[in-house]
């Protein structure tokens, strides 16, 4: 079995502190009845912590993990962390598409901006429920052009990168850059400064921004990454990704284990234990307020 958490240990820890904590708590409030109701009480409370460990299991997505001749081989994108910028001003989805499919093995994360940036997909290794957000991803209206940095997710994709540097050391990170470089931007763009080795390949895709584009400011962002710039404006098939010579492992068809994934098995038996209990709580406040009724009556 493995896992691959989608939170930090440190958050992780401080939230099950804090739950384990909270029930605790609410544990001296079950003691407190007797009788039948101290026992029911009990049962509650452990159905809710054991809800609570399950949701807290689910964010280790453990799986199972074939070995040996089981395994055979894994499609491409073993190990590696594909790092998708897209300008919400173009429309990249086929582009996307094709990485999806050209590495059905990788982690992806999704960062993207115009408006401002943000990081629309965390890290994951789900490309399947990944691929109805981006279908969705179509091109909106241009805003305001003296607004527009070309450059405005360098800070997020920094830290990502850092993040999956130290929660998978050893990994391959692919950065691939699709926007339109800011189109008549009338103030200087800045540029994408990001630790030392920290890509191994990608590339910066240009695509046109309501008819416009600035090919100028791509080829910085290009340098600034270290891949080359690719021209998308024509369509066609996305040409391979280059990558450094060190770095054609992670993108090649490798032995390792499949993975099978738990986190959804976990958080339909925590859903379960939370109706049954939204359930109880229902009926015992039509109780009480049948025999407040029948009280006043």
Known sequence: MTFEPIIPFAIFAVVAVALVGARLVTLRQALAATGAHRRSALARWAAMTLAVTLLLLATTRPALTASGDDAGERGSGADTNVFVVLDRTVDARSDIDALLDRYPE???????????????????????????????????????????????????????????????????????????????????????????????????????????????????IADDLGVPYLDRRAGGDLPPLETRPDATEATEPVPAAARTELYWLLCLLAAGLLLGEIWLSVRELRQSRVARRDVLS
């Open 106 to 220: 990788a982690r992806f994360a999704v960062i993207t901006f115009a408006p401002g940036p943000t990081l629309m997909w965390p890290l994951s290794q789900d490309v399947w429920s990944l691929q109805p957000e981006v279908d969705g991803l179509t091109a909106l209206p241009p805003g305001d052009p003296t607004r527009s940095d070309a450059a405005a997710p360098g800070n997020i994709l920094r830290y990502q990168l850092i993040q999956a540097t130290q929660q998978y050391p050893g990994s391959q990170n692919l950065v691939v850059y699709a926007g339109a470089g800011a189109p008549g931007a009338s103030t200087a763009q800045g540029g994408i400064d990001l630790p030392a080795d920290s890509i191994s390949g990608g590339a910066v895709l240009g695509h046109a921004a309501d008819g416009a584009i600035d090919d100028a400011t791509l080829r910085r």
